[in-house]
């Protein structure tokens, strides 16, 4: 556990093996690792559920419409859809604009904060394309 803790920390990067290094790295405490499960807790918050990161992907990717937005996303219904775009849009993490057209027209946009996201879809995509191929034998 303590390693994994310190590759964590450390991002990966070798430390050095001398002795008095090991003694100032201390293992993690109960408070370390409660401070790690409520960061990754409120990130659950923000971006879990079926339909939430999906939803992002949609809308960075261009689709700006409700419409466009919900038709690139299989089986969504859009009372799903609009509750999921509101808390996106709750979290900063899309813009919602309303253009006083006739008809109303009314786009959303991916944030600049959404970018913060993109290493965790990244990651998410990596290692869902790596587990489909362990479980299932065949790529996307």
């Known amino acids: 556990m303590a390693q994994n803790y310190l590759a964590l920390l450390t991002k990966g990067k070798q430390l050095p093996k001398s002795k008095q290094m090991a003694k100032k790295i201390k293992p993690p405490t109960e408070k370390d690792c409660l401070a790690m499960m409520l960061s990754v807790r409120d990130a ?3 971006i879990s559920g079926k ?17 466009e ?6 089986k969504i219904s859009s009372k ?7 808390d996106l849009e709750d979290h900063q993490l899309i813009k ?3 253009y006083d057209d006739s008809p109303v027209l009314v ?4 944030t600049d ?6 290493e965790v879809i990244i990651a998410l995509y990596n290692w869902g ?4 191929m362990k479980i299932i034998g065949k790529p996307i």
């Open 51 to 67: 339909w939430k990161i999906l939803i992002l992907i949609s809308v960075i990717y261009g689709n700006k419409r409700f419409r």
């Open 113 to 118: 904060y959404s970018n913060s996201v993109s």
């Open 44 to 46: 659950l918050d923000v």
């Open 107 to 110: 786009e959303y946009t991916a």
């Open 96 to 98: 919602r604009t309303v």
């Open 80 to 86: 799903v859809l609009a509750k999921e775009l509101k």
């Open 69 to 74: 937005i919900e038709r690139s996303i299989p």
């Open 129 to 132: 394309k790596n587990h489909r």
